[in-house]
């Protein structure tokens, strides 16, 4: 168990809906880090956040966003849902950010758009 | 631009051999490289890193890696592989002394057979 949660497991909804995906990182990390994981596009990183401010844009959409609150849990909107959404979302936390930190990865929340 | 290749979908493996997972990176300026492993349906956990220094890496679970430079490569080994090694293995690399992208591999399935 790495300590980093994520809420929910599973995700079914239509397409055109929105979602929240949820992260709260592990005790004492500030940067939390968002990524999609699809069959064909593998493991993208989308977004990082340090104690409450974006830090890094990897390859989001404009249809995605994130946020991360003052007691540090992340959450990733997703809106006008398409099918090839339909991917793992991962968070990850290290406790400060960049560097050599390495990365603490949570289980993950499947998302199907039907 | 940093990208990682994992030149290998698959290897396979015998109980008891030694195993190597290949990964070669490129970067513009000294890289930090990471390995992580990917069980079904669960998130990613970290193995070993390279930040400088020794470049034999010793990691979790009986894994190492050899950082080397001029071929630009991190590959990932065992002496002896286990059953319970199979699963999806990713290698990653972020420069030093940037934002926080890590960009993975496309990622390596190791099967080892009894």
């Known amino acids: 168990d790495s300590g980093v949660t994520q809420t929910p497991k599973h995700l079914i909804t239509a397409t055109g809906q929105r979602v929240t995906l949820r992260c709260s990182p592990r005790s004492g990390d500030l940067s939390v880090y968002w990524y999609q994981q699809s069959l064909d596009q593998g493991l993208q990183f989308l977004i990082q956040?340090?104690?409450?401010?974006?830090?890094a844009k990897g390859n989001i959409l404009e249809r995605f966003s994130a946020q991360q609150f003052p007691d540090l849990h992340s959450e990733l909107n997703l809106s006008s849902l398409e099918l090839g959404d339909s991917a793992l979302y991962f968070c990850?936390?290290?406790?400060?950010?960049?560097?050599?930190?390495?990365?603490?990865f949570g289980p993950g929340t499947r998302l199907t758009v039907l | 631009a940093q990208s990682v290749a994992q030149p290998e979908d698959q290897v396979n493996v015998a109980e008891g051999n030694p195993l190597t997972v290949k990964c070669t990176y490129s970067v513009s300026g000294n890289p930090y490289l990471f390995w992580y492993v990917q069980y079904p349906n669960r998130g990613l956990q970290f193995l070993l890193k390279?930040?400088?220094?020794?470049?034999l890496v010793k990691g979790s679970y009986g894994f190492e890696a050899e950082f080397n430079k001029s071929q630009t490569s991190f590959h990932l080994k065992k002496p002896s592989a286990l059953v319970s090694d199979s699963a999806l293995y990713f290698c990653a690399v972020r420069v030093t002394g940037t934002a926080s992208k890590l960009t993975f591999g496309t990622g390596t399935r190791l099967q080892v057979t009894l």
């Open positions: 390279y930040i400088t220094g020794d470049n």
């Open positions: 990850a936390s290290t406790r400060l950010a960049g560097g050599g930190n390495e990365q603490f």
């Open positions: 956040y340090y104690n409450g401010e974006e830090r």
